[in-house]
């Protein structure tokens, strides 16, 4: 497929696809039901024990690794190069588009899966936490809002988030 029968085919795809999924039905909310925040704040945080901290962390980068790993796989699909053939990305292996893709993506490789048991995201919930405590005026930032910045590609620290906050570097305000 060239690029510019490629390029047809993906706007006419985001043509079809793109108003279909962006109607909402409407539904009237009865009065009486008190607003829902979907934001997750450091006071929530810190309200948690240890180990909901940790299912938060491990399930955030299951979902985040997953749709990488979703969205490279399309690439292939849409260009018709895998033909029902998956490859391992984990391996340093750039065959297809799926696989620069993969390499070009941020990870978490400070996850550590263990065979029994919850997974060691220490090096993740330790961050969130020490931040939401030692800068309490920052606690309203939404903890699922820093996790990007904990990639592997941009780790940084509670003292870097701070700083960053500070400088005016990132949102603080919702």
């Given amino acids: 497929m060239t690029p510019k029968k490629l390029g047809t085919v993906l706007v006419t795809a985001l043509v079809c696809v793109a108003p279909l999924s ?7 909310e009865p009065e009486n039901r008190p607003a829902i925040s979907t934001r997750h704040d450091g006071n929530e945080w810190l ?8 299912h938060f962390v491990a399930a955030y980068i299951d979902g985040y690794e ?9 690439v292939d699909h849409t260009l018709d190069l895998k033909a029902n053939h998956s490859y391992d990305h984990t ?3 750039i065959v297809l588009p799926s696989g620069v893709c993969w390499k070009g993506a941020d990870h978490y490789s400070k996850f550590k899966p263990n065979s029994v048991g919850d997974p060691d995201v220490s ?16 606690k309203n930032i ?26 005016g570097d990132m949102r603080t305000h919702w």
């Fill in 22 to 28: 962006c109607k909402r039905p409407s539904r009237a």
């Fill in 47 to 54: 309200a948690w024990p240890g180990n909901e901290r940790v």
């Fill in 66 to 74: 997953g749709g990488v790993h979703d969205a490279c796989a399309a």
């Fill in 91 to 93: 391996k340093d292996e």
């Fill in 123 to 138: 090096a993740y919930t330790e961050v969130l936490t020490l931040f939401y405590t030692e800068h309490a005026e920052y």
């Fill in 142 to 167: 939404p903890y699922e809002y820093l996790m990007p910045y904990l990639t592997d590609e941009q780790y940084k620290t509670a003292d870097d988030l701070y700083k960053m906050a500070k400088a």
